[in-house]
């Protein structure tokens, strides 16, 4: 499918569906609405009064136009009222555009649509990513690929003409978000450590970037004790991914983003029971996901900002040289861990990746990980929770999830909390009580970072959506990458 910019006038675009969207309120039709509705014979004021039309956010009315008309079908999507108006609620709007153009089968689809904020290259990019998102279909698992599939050829931007720039970077976004749903949606027998890797290795070499894949001899050098004893009742192999994007000249900032690398996980001998969702747990490489799609998108868009990509991936499994609930590990940074539960397996793996992500003297560190139900319990299925110390790194932070449109909400670091890791035996348990579950969880991943400025993201909800939810769903959502490429691109 490819996006095309133009500044034909609406009266004279021809195609299959014209999409038109207004405001709330203000669904009057005059100045060239009113030609149009002229031009196919009172069918968008029909459509309009028959419909109840309002232009309430993301309603959408469509009808035919006659047979052999230039346009085929008009729809109308609603922008909710001009006050509330974001560049996020393009991106919804295109979306729910893209949608109806699937189901009707529509080959070229134009899209009249108002700038936000006198903004024609931020508008540019929010529709042209929202459209694109809403008409991934993943087909890799079907036997017929061609199944549901979109046959929308083209998008056609009416009033873009020049906006070139803002599209190319819309869809390198677009393929870093993509590349993250795959290997999201991407079931356990397909997408393993190795297989992780790989992916890795290709984005490396197809992108230019740098990378190190440390293997678990290395790893065992590296007194990765925490990382290893999750990998250690695998039979497949652990793998430690570092991918690095070098600016020409000097960077101005250094960042790390890290990210949860489970391809599995089966809650090891605390397994998952009934009812835990564990046939879902192959979800649990989100924040890897999130990273190596990021990687992905900010190897193209070419920042001056270096950037390190960390993942420390495994499967937490079950067999005889699996940990014993109780074991004592030691991490890379000399600490014990009594593994009081082995199901909280993610900060087992993200200590050892955040103490050698800390060693790296960088500006800052974002992790991201799909690392507690109680997090979901919390804030629900659409929105991350934020942890940090940092309140400079808050603000960036959310500041990139208001640009994205990637929700999140930040949460307290409690530090009275630590008391519920507190181990009688080694230096702290890895699970405390379920109250305040997600907020131990990022206090026990905080006594790993010592020297960089850190945030931590629980994205166990927003990972996946059961259901259409704007661009996203139903299914692997990609969340994270387009907030991370937004906040790496600031300042
Ligand atoms: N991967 C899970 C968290 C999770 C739950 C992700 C639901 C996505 C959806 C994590 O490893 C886990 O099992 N967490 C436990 C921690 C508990 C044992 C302290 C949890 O949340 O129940
Ligand atoms: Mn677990
Ligand atoms: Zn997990």
Redesign the pocket.
């Known amino acids: 499918m490819a996006i095309q910019l133009s500044d034909q006038p609406l009266l004279e675009w021809a195609g299959d569906s014209l999409a038109i969207a207004l405001f709330e309120d203000a669904v009057e039709l005059t100045g060239e609405l009113a030609s149009l509705d002229e031009k196919f014979a009172g069918i968008l004021k029909e459509l309009i009064t028959e419909e109840e039309f309002t232009g309430k956010v993301n309603s959408t009315v469509f009808a035919r136009v006659s047979a052999n008309s230039p346009v085929r079908k008009i729809i109308l999507v609603g922008l909710g009222k001009n006050e509330a108006f974001k560049v996020e609620t393009l991106r919804r709007a295109a979306a729910a555009v893209g949608r109806i153009a699937k189901k009707q089968k529509s080959k070229v689809l134009g899209l009249s649509f108002p700038l936000w904020n006198n903004d024609p290259t931020a508008s540019a990019q929010a529709i042209a990513e929202g459209v694109q998102l809403a008409l991934y279909q993943d087909n890799r698992f079907k036997s017929d690929p061609e199944e549901k599939a979109s046959q929308v050829e083209t998008v056609e931007l009416l009033g873009f003409a020049g906006q070139e720039a803002a599209i190319n970077k819309a869809n390198q976004i677009v393929s870093g978000v993509i590349l993250a749903r795959q290997l999201v949606a991407a079931p356990a027998n397909s997408l393993t450590p190795i297989t992780l890797a790989e992916t890795a290795e290709q984005i490396a070499k197809d992108h230019g970037l740098q990378i190190q894949i440390l293997e678990q001899e290395d790893c065992e050098k590296l007194g990765m004790g925490a990382f290893l004893g999750v990998a250690q009742a695998s039979d497949l192999p652990p793998k430690f991914i570092h991918l690095t994007y070098k600016p020409e000249g000097t960077p101005k900032r250094k960042l790390a983003i890290v990210g949860?690398g489970?391809t599995f996980?089966s809650?090891g001998l605390?397994i998952?029971g009934a009812g835990?969702?564990i046939e879902?747990?192959k979800?649990?490489m989100?924040g890897a996901a999130a990273t190596l799609g990021a990687a992905k998108a900010i190897a193209q868009i070419k920042p001056d900002t270096e950037v390190h990509f960390i993942s420390a991936v495994t499967e937490?499994m079950i067999s005889g040289h699996a940990m014993h609930p109780g074991d004592i590990l030691t991490a890379s940074n000399g600490k014990t861990i009594e593994v009081n539960?082995t199901?909280?397996?993610?900060r087992l793996t993200l200590a050892d990746a955040l103490v050698y992500t800390d060693k790296l003297g960088l500006d800052a560190i974002v992790d991201l990980a799909?690392?507690?139900?109680?997090?979901?319990i919390a804030l629900g299925d659409d929105i991350a929770g934020l942890y940090t110390p940092d309140d400079a790194l808050a603000g960036q932070i959310e500041q990139a999830a208001a640009d994205s449109g990637e929700k999140l909400w930040r949460m307290p670091l409690e530090e009275k909390y630590f008391e519920g890791l507190k181990s009688g035996i080694a230096d702290m348990k890895?699970?405390?009580p379920?109250p305040g579950?997600?907020i131990t969880?990022a206090l026990f991943l905080k006594q790993f970072v010592k020297d960089t400025p850190w945030a931590h993201l629980d994205i166990?909800?927003p990972?996946?959506a059961d259901k259409e939810n704007g661009y996203n769903g139903p299914g692997a959502t990609g969340y994270g990458v387009r907030l991370l490429v937004d906040w790496v691109l600031s300042e």
């Open positions: 949860k489970l996980d809650g605390n998952k835990s969702g879902t747990m979800i649990d989100g937490n539960n199901d909280a397996e993610g799909t690392l507690t139900g109680a997090n979901v890895n699970t405390g379920r579950g997600s969880a166990a909800g990972v996946w």
